[in-house]
């Protein structure tokens, strides 16, 4: 067990994680404004947005990007920094480093060369839209942005289709009516969920309905959204496809309960003694 107090003597720097505003610039906290002026250098997702940022709060700390496309060769130049006593804040666009946004490569190389990580509380889109959107606030289940390729979605969506908790989904505006419409397919057009945008800004709005209902209100998206789902129904009991089914129907069951078509045969297979490839075979029809 590895245990590390962030406050402990260290002769290293410190790297502070440091959120900033989804939206509206007051929403800063004073801490994290302090953070950024006392630490020596800023590692920043879009040095040109985070420029404007610091110009506002009168903040001079020098940048240096850190971002997806330069990780590797970012972080030993980091953690060297930080190894020679500088304290680094690192910073994504808007919200919280690591969210569905560049970190947690740096926080885990930190953590492993035994340099305090500081995290600082602040703004994230996904539990704002979460406490106002109406749905159970608790459990929740914070899941970013779905897989861009439709079969991989399509199976990642069905994985989720009897998840006992609010589901939380980020997505740009150009793939929104498509994501809306796998989901629908997936989660079924009558499951309650919300849309968010532009939240914390002067055109936040929420629109709250069934996916079928909600994807008419991605025919003219504008601005990043937060996608909130409502909980899905328990899912049928694996039992139902007991041995007394004739194979065919106990696949079918089971990947109506919410299992994939292959992790369905292989368990219908496993169960009876058979052999994958003959239950494949038969639930495909292939002589």
């Excluded at 509206?24 to 420029?51: C, G, P, W, Y």
């Excluded at 700390?61 to 130049?77: D, W």
């Excluded at 560049?102 to 839209?129: C, Q, R, S, W």
């Amino acid at each position: 067990m590895q245990l590390q107090s962030s406050f402990a003597n260290h002769n290293t720097g410190t790297l502070y994680l440091v959120p900033t505003p989804i939206g509206n610039l007051d929403d800063m906290t004073m801490r994290a404004v302090k953070t950024l002026q006392d630490v020596d250098m800023i590692a920043a997702e879009d040095t040109r947005n985070t420029a404007k940022l610091l110009n506002h709060f009168e903040i001079t700390t020098k940048q240096i990007s850190f971002h997806e496309h330069n990780t590797q060769q970012r972080i030993p130049e980091l953690l060297q920094y930080l190894r020679d006593g500088q304290s680094i804040a690192q910073v994504s666009d808007a919200g919280m480093p690591s969210i569905s946004d560049p970190g947690k490569e740096l926080v885990a190389a930190a953590i492993d060369a035994d340099i305090p990580v500081v995290p600082l509380p602040g703004a994230n889109a996904g539990i704002t839209a979460l406490i106002a959107s109406g749905l159970a606030p608790q459990p929740f289940t914070f899941y970013g942005f779905v897989q861009r390729k439709k079969s991989v979605q399509a199976e990642e969506l069905a994985g989720l289709a009897h998840h006992p908790a609010t589901l939380i989904f980020y997505e740009a505006p150009h793939r929104l009516a498509k994501t809306l419409t796998a989901m629908a397919a997936a989660f079924g057009g009558d499951r309650r969920a919300v849309l968010a945008r532009e939240l914390t800004k002067r055109y936040e709005e929420f629109a709250r309905g069934t996916l079928t209902e909600l994807i008419e209100q991605a025919a003219n998206p504008r601005g990043e959204y937060v996608i909130l789902v409502a909980p899905g129904p328990a899912a049928a009991p694996a039992e139902a496809a007991g041995p007394e089914l004739p194979v065919v129907e106990a696949v079918q069951t089971l990947i109506d309960a919410g299992q994939k078509p292959n992790a369905a045969i292989k368990q219908v297979a496993k169960e009876r003694g058979l052999e994958r490839q003959a239950v494949y075979n038969e639930f495909h029809e292939i002589d």
